[in-house]
């Protein structure tokens, strides 16, 4: 039988017999089933087939002239090529000899699975899933086939779609000959995912390129509904090193609101319908959107699989995943080498872009590839429409799929109204590099046709789309030129969006990951308004509140979860280096602003030295919060497993202060020096350093807050315009202070750090700081290059010396 193989007979090296989605398949059928993945059984039809069914039918003569005629500058009549090649197939017959193969396969089987099953029937190239074009969805499939005729119609149909306006136009593009390249079809037994679920997998982050999470999208039903946008998926967000390890790896789930599911239409008879026919996409019951598409156990359970599918292909992959309603079965169903960043892989340029003014804001979604770009905006409600759009401007349209891709390529950003991070337009603008702002949901509402916008996706994971031509910055480093310090350099984060793109910065870690930021722009809710909720007195609080938590099962685990996960996130962009977490510091004032704060705070006359730090954590009108604070803590180190993240004290004034607050986090489960839990102190205040050696007996490190340590050193708002002239890092009392902390830090072996502009704006300062033996430095993200070069030249100048002990020399790429 030359014509089919069965998927206990192909392997990776049957590339050229049965393409690249089928050889993936057949290799998991046979290589990776013993461990435990399920991927459903099934055969292939071998490019041999596809050569005879061409033979046979003489066809190579006229395909080869009706492409010959393509217009492959400006693709002008494509769809007029497009068409007379499919309709030259379509008019052919199946060859008895594929027919009766095709059977055979068929007999195998309905005499292994009974007679009641129905098919999965996919398109897969000779040249498919290679690592440098992935050929996604450019040809058809089947689904649900029910019967050997059926079966026989489809497999011509697939032959058909080898021609479709998409592949035709992607092969030229990629060099592709089109006579060259065969066609397998996979025959496989159907997942019914209709009456569950699916969605994708990537090994990596897939904006980023960060290697150590597993991103998994899924929405009820079928998988076109991911793969094509067609929703806002959920997604899960799994840390690779504490796979099979923590209690808990899942460091982020974010609930998409899954408004279709796309299902089989109840159709009569068993007629082979066309795949828009045989499907329906119908609207999600308000209760299954609230719901997960998938449970935590199964999460795990397709991270793991795909865990062991990255590891015995040796390289990142692009996967997709199915769970049957009937069995609750969870299946492997395609496997494929990731594209994007696996090219991007050995770039050595950082770039950094900023918006330099921030104008009418017209839309926002899931923003991708770090980027900022302008241009005119075209709209487009369908592929045919493709001499609208010039080389260089925007697309927006409401979603795209694998009809859109000869299109794809002429636009600077993509804008669309549906779809997640793992969707067409997302892959496909990773892989032409352009800028995504993807889901937005009123994009081709709120944009006109023919408007100048400004497409931004470098502030954080949300990408925006403002009015007009902003102005914004780009600073390039070559990360092959930059050279660390033998102090320490890390960073200043408060971003979990931005965690993975920073970490592949020169860095140590993390010395100061701000809490606040968090509470601030995830949770946005007073803490004490979730402990307490129902003393809460403002409706209109309670109603915000009850629209945010009312997927969690109470309102404290809506704290603890959002903050853990977000904590968790960056801990894991640098694990294992030290992340270190200073647990909240806002004021009265900053507090009374959050989602039900006004209730549970209080003016003051002067917040900045007020009811702040230390002194709220044991203060019976914040401690329900701070409790809240550290189970979440707790939570990520000893769940996720992440306890490369160290706890960090802020504005604490006394001994007295430090021994309360440290008796009662270990009350609420975090002791210091239990599993390896360091504790650190702010040094903001003059009685920290003078004390220094007093704290030291409670603190594991140090980290001087230069800004509030001026301030009430001088006695000078450091936010006063008036007082500028006075405020001065280079004053001797605070130098003093500075002093005076680093040499009892010594004496006691605690370590030292410094956050803050000074080192970076000025080499003096960074000179100071080496001089007295300071241990690490941190840096926002864009001054830590100027900074680290202003350490290099201080300690060079200090020691006479190459930064690094020669065998130690580190040239960072």
Same mark, same amino acid.
């Given at each position: 039988?030359?014509?089919?193989?069965? &998927?206990?007979? @192909?392997?990776?090296?049957?590339?050229?017999?049965?393409?690249?989605?089928?050889?993936?398949?057949?290799?998991?059928?046979?290589?990776?089933?013993p461990?435990?993945?399920?991927?459903?059984?099934?055969?292939? %039809?071998?490019?041999?087939?596809?050569?005879?069914?061409?033979?046979?039918?003489?066809?190579?003569?006229?395909?080869?002239?009706?492409?010959?005629?393509?217009?492959?500058?400006?693709?002008?009549?494509?769809?007029?090529?497009?068409?007379?090649?499919?309709?030259? &197939?379509?008019?052919?017959?199946?060859?008895?000899?594929? *027919?009766?193969?095709?059977?055979?396969?068929?007999?195998?089987?309905?005499?292994?699975?009974?007679?009641?099953?129905?098919?999965?029937?996919?398109? =897969?190239?000779?040249?498919e899933?290679?690592?440098?074009?992935?050929?996604?969805?450019?040809?058809? *499939?089947?689904?649900?086939?029910?019967?050997?005729?059926?079966?026989?119609?489809?497999?011509?149909?697939?032959?058909?779609?080898?021609? %479709?306006?998409?592949?035709?136009?992607?092969?030229?593009?990629?060099?592709?000959? $089109?006579?060259?390249?065969?066609?397998? @079809?996979?025959?496989?037994?159907?997942?019914?995912?209709d009456?569950? *679920?699916?969605?994708?997998?990537?090994t990596?982050?897939?904006?980023?390129?960060?290697?150590?999470?597993?991103? @998994?999208?899924? *929405?009820?039903?079928?998988?076109?509904?991911?793969?094509?946008?067609?929703?806002?998926?959920?997604?899960?967000?799994?840390?690779?090193?504490?796979?099979?390890?923590?209690?808990?790896?899942?460091?982020?789930?974010?609930?998409?609101?899954?408004?279709?599911?796309?299902?089989?239409?109840?159709?009569?008879?068993? %007629?082979?319908?066309?795949?828009?026919?045989?499907?329906?996409?119908?609207?999600?019951?308000?209760?299954?959107?609230?719901?997960?598409?998938? =449970?935590?156990?199964e999460?795990?359970?397709?991270?793991?699989?795909?865990?062991?599918?990255?590891?015995?292909?040796?390289?990142?992959?692009?996967?997709?995943?199915?769970?049957?309603?009937?069995?609750?079965?969870?299946? !492997?169903?395609?496997?494929?080498?990731?594209?994007?960043?696996?090219?991007?892989?050995?770039?050595?340029?950082?770039?950094?872009?900023k918006?330099?003014?921030?104008?009418?804001?017209?839309?926002?979604?899931?923003g991708?590839?770090?980027?900022?770009?302008?241009?005119?905006?075209?709209?487009? /409600?369908?592929?045919?429409?493709?001499?609208?759009?010039?080389?260089?401007?925007? &697309?927006?349209?409401?979603?795209?799929?694998?009809?859109?891709?000869?299109?794809?390529?002429?636009?600077?950003?993509?804008?669309?109204?549906?779809?997640?991070?793992?969707?067409?337009?997302?892959?496909?603008?990773?892989?032409?590099?352009?800028?995504?702002?993807?889901?937005?949901?009123?994009?081709?509402?709120?944009?006109?046709?023919?408007?100048?916008?400004?497409?931004?996706?470098?502030?954080?994971?949300?990408?925006?789309?403002?009015?007009?031509?902003?102005?914004?910055?780009?600073?390039r480093?070559?990360?092959?030129?930059?050279?660390?310090?033998?102090?320490?350099?890390?960073?200043?984060?408060?971003?979990?969006?931005?965690?993975f793109?920073?970490?592949?910065?020169?860095?140590?870690?993390?010395?100061?990951?701000?809490?606040?930021?968090?509470?601030?722009?995830?949770?946005?809710?007073?803490?004490?308004?979730?402990?307490?909720?129902?003393?809460?007195?403002?409706?209109?609080?309670?109603?915000?509140?009850?629209?945010?938590? /009312?997927?969690?099962?109470?309102?404290?685990?809506?704290?603890?979860?959002?903050?853990?996960?977000?904590?968790?996130?960056?801990?894991?962009?640098?694990?294992?280096?030290?992340?270190?977490?200073?647990?909240?510091?806002?004021?009265?004032?900053?507090y009374?602003?959050?989602?039900?704060?006004?209730?549970f705070?209080?003016?003051?006359?002067?917040?900045? @030295?007020?009811?702040?730090?230390?002194?709220?954590y044991?203060?019976?009108?914040?401690?329900?919060?701070?409790?809240?604070?550290?189970?979440?803590?707790?939570?990520?180190?000893?769940?996720?497993?992440?306890?490369?993240?160290?706890?960090?004290?802020?504005?604490?004034?006394?001994?007295?202060?430090?021994?309360?607050?440290?008796?009662l986090?270990?009350?609420?489960?975090?002791?210091?020096?239990?599993?390896?839990?360091?504790?650190?102190?702010?040094?903001?205040?003059?009685?920290n350093?003078? &004390?220094?050696?007093?704290?030291?007996?409670?603190?594991?490190?140090?980290?001087?807050?230069?800004?509030?340590?001026?301030?009430?050193?001088?006695g000078?708002?450091?936010?006063?315009?008036?007082?500028?002239?006075?405020f =001065?890092?280079?004053?001797?009392?605070?130098?003093?202070?500075?002093?005076?902390?680093?040499?009892?830090?010594?004496?006691? $072996?605690?370590?030292?750090?410094?956050c803050?502009?000074?080192?970076?704006?000025?080499?003096?300062?960074?000179?100071?700081?080496?001089? /007295?033996?300071?241990?690490?430095?941190?840096?926002?993200?864009?001054?830590?290059?100027?900074?680290?070069?202003? !350490?290099?030249?201080?300690?060079?100048?200090?020691?006479?010396?190459?930064?690094?002990?020669?065998?130690?020399?580190?040239?960072?790429?």
């Open positions: 039988m030359h014509y089919i193989k069965f &998927l206990n007979e @192909i392997g990776l090296k049957d590339l050229e017999v049965v393409g690249g989605k089928n050889a993936s398949l057949g290799e998991m059928f046979n290589q990776l089933a461990a435990g993945i399920n991927v459903p059984d099934g055969f292939a %039809t071998t490019s041999r087939a596809y050569w005879e069914f061409l033979e046979q039918n003489e066809l190579s003569e006229p395909l080869a002239q009706i492409l010959a005629k393509l217009d492959q500058v400006n693709f002008s009549n494509l769809a007029t090529v497009g068409k007379q090649a499919r309709e030259l &197939l379509l008019n052919c017959i199946l060859p008895d000899n594929i *027919s009766d193969a095709i059977r055979k396969g068929y007999a195998y089987l309905q005499k292994n699975y009974g007679p009641d099953f129905t098919l999965a029937v996919r398109s =897969s190239a000779t040249a899933d290679l690592p440098n074009a992935s050929f996604a969805g450019l040809q058809e *499939s089947f689904l649900n086939v029910r019967g050997i005729e059926n079966l026989l119609q489809a497999c011509h149909y697939c032959y058909v779609s080898l021609f %479709t306006d998409r592949a035709i136009k992607y092969r030229v593009d990629n060099g592709f000959d $089109h006579i060259k390249v065969a066609l397998s @079809i996979g025959v496989q037994l159907m997942v019914r995912s009456l569950a *679920s699916s969605g994708v997998i990537f990596l982050d897939p904006d980023t390129g960060f290697e150590n999470i597993v991103l @998994i999208s899924g *929405s009820w039903g079928l998988g076109e509904n991911v793969v094509q946008g067609h929703v806002n998926a959920d997604e899960f967000m799994v840390f690779k090193s504490m796979l099979g390890i923590a209690k808990q790896p899942i460091i982020s789930r974010k609930l998409g609101s899954k408004s279709k599911t796309m299902v089989y239409a109840d159709v009569q008879g068993n %007629t082979l319908f066309h795949p828009a026919e045989a499907i329906v996409n119908q609207v999600t019951s308000s209760e299954k959107r609230e719901q997960f598409c998938l =449970s935590d156990e999460v795990m359970k397709l991270a793991e699989w795909a865990c062991l599918i990255e590891k015995h292909y040796g390289r990142p992959m692009d996967l997709e995943w199915a769970k049957d309603g009937k069995t609750n079965q969870l299946f !492997m169903v395609q496997a494929r080498p990731e594209t994007v960043q696996s090219k991007q892989k050995n770039k050595v340029e950082f770039v950094q872009y918006l330099q003014d921030k104008g009418q804001l017209l839309c926002k979604g899931i991708l590839s770090n980027k900022i770009v302008s241009g005119t905006a075209r709209i487009l /409600h369908a592929p045919s429409e493709i001499n609208k759009l010039q080389q260089g401007e925007v &697309l927006v349209t409401h979603k795209t799929d694998p009809d859109w891709d000869p299109i794809l390529k002429k636009a600077t950003a993509i804008i669309t109204d549906q779809g997640g991070r793992t969707s067409h337009a997302a892959i496909v603008a990773r892989e032409v590099g352009a800028v995504a702002v993807v889901g937005c949901g009123n994009a081709t509402q709120s944009i006109q046709d023919g408007q100048i916008v400004t497409v931004s996706t470098a502030e954080s994971e949300t990408g925006s789309v403002y009015d007009g031509k902003l102005p914004w910055t780009e600073t480093t070559d990360l092959e030129t930059v050279v660390k310090p033998r102090t320490k350099v890390m960073l200043i984060l408060g971003d979990p969006e931005q965690a793109k920073y970490s592949f910065l020169p860095n140590d870690g993390v010395g100061l990951m701000r809490m606040e930021f968090i509470v601030a722009n995830t949770i946005r809710i007073h803490p004490m308004a979730l402990k307490h909720f129902n003393k809460l007195e403002n409706a209109e609080a309670r109603k915000q509140i009850e629209a945010l938590t /009312h997927h969690f099962p109470d309102k404290e685990t809506y704290f603890v979860q959002q903050l853990a996960e977000a904590t968790a996130q960056i801990a894991a962009a640098f694990y294992p280096k030290d992340v270190i977490v200073r647990m909240s510091d806002f004021k009265t004032n900053e009374a602003n959050l989602i039900g704060g006004k209730q705070e209080f003016t003051e006359a002067n917040p900045m @030295i007020g009811f702040r730090g230390a002194s709220r044991y203060n019976p009108l914040y401690q329900d919060g701070f409790e809240l604070e550290c189970r979440a803590m707790k939570k990520v180190r000893e769940e996720m497993g992440l306890n490369n993240i160290k706890l960090m004290i802020p504005f604490c004034r006394t001994e007295k202060e430090a021994l309360e607050v440290i008796a986090m270990e009350k609420f489960g975090l002791k210091r020096c239990e599993n390896g839990l360091e504790l650190y102190m702010m040094v903001e205040i003059p009685s350093a003078l &004390l220094a050696e007093t704290f030291a007996k409670h603190f594991d490190g140090f980290s001087i807050g230069s800004n509030d340590l001026t301030q009430l050193t001088l000078a708002d450091r936010d006063s315009e008036l007082l500028c002239d006075i =001065s890092p280079f004053d001797p009392a605070v130098q003093q202070l500075i002093v005076m902390t680093l040499e009892k830090a010594k004496k006691t $072996h605690t370590k030292t750090g410094l803050g502009q000074a080192p970076s704006d000025y080499p003096e300062y960074a000179s100071f700081l080496v001089q /007295h033996g300071i241990d690490s430095v941190s840096f926002n993200p864009d001054a830590l290059i100027k900074g680290m070069k202003n !350490m290099v030249k201080a300690e060079k100048a200090l020691h006479n010396k190459p930064p690094f002990p020669e065998e130690d020399h580190k040239i960072l790429g």
